[in-house]
């Protein structure tokens, strides 16, 4: 009798173990985009990464010195699609502001993103690399009042195909201060 009982036991505890073993997966399948992370860092040319919320000083309105080239580099495992968007300026109407992001831009304005292309609204980049565009930067020219500083805000975040942000923002903050 302990054997008939022990044996239905021990037959529910291979069919259970079989059962699990045999519906875990050993091979990826397909991921879920809902639940992947999306990273990137933003890395002068030097490659060293910027932080969020950084705000980088100039004290020129010429090109050589008052340039600011930059790299997104892709630190996730999948194609990310990115856009810069101009989140606030003061001290300037955004005219002299010269924005290269996969294309140039002569003249920033307020909530624009970038790049504007609606066919072509995102610059894609590929896991472990930057963008294949070279020359990305900002560049300001605009002197402003003598007064007042000249500053802008822009953030690089992470879209959808369409060019609507999904995904994780970073921040960079560029201001001209006169000597």
Do not use: W
């Not at 091979?27 to 999306?38: H, I, K």
């Not at 810069?84 to 005219?95: A, N, Q």
């Amino acid at each position: 009798m302990y054997m008939k009982i022990t044996s239905p036991l021990i037959i529910s505890a291979l069919i259970a173990n079989f059962v699990i073993f045999s519906c875990s997966k050993d091979e990826s399948g397909p991921v879920d985009p809902s639940t992947q992370v999306l990273t990137y860092d933003v890395e002068d040319l030097e490659g060293n990464i910027f932080v969020n919320n950084q705000t980088l000083e100039f004290s020129a309105v010429d090109y050589e010195n008052a340039v600011l080239g930059f790299y997104v580099r892709n630190t996730s495992s999948e194609t990310i699609a990115m856009r810069i968007e101009v989140e606030s300026m003061s001290g300037t109407d955004g005219s002299l502001m010269e924005l290269c992001f996969g294309e140039c831009y002569y003249g920033v304005t307020t909530g624009s993103s970038y790049p504007s292309n609606p066919s072509s609204p995102n610059v894609n980049i590929e896991p472990g690399q930057t963008q294949v565009s070279s020359g990305d930067h900002f560049f300001n020219s605009d002197g402003g009042d003598g007064i007042n500083p000249v500053e802008y805000t822009f953030k690089f975040y992470l879209a959808d195909e369409s060019g609507n942000q999904n995904g994780t923002v970073f921040r960079i903050k560029y201001r001209y201060i006169r000597n």
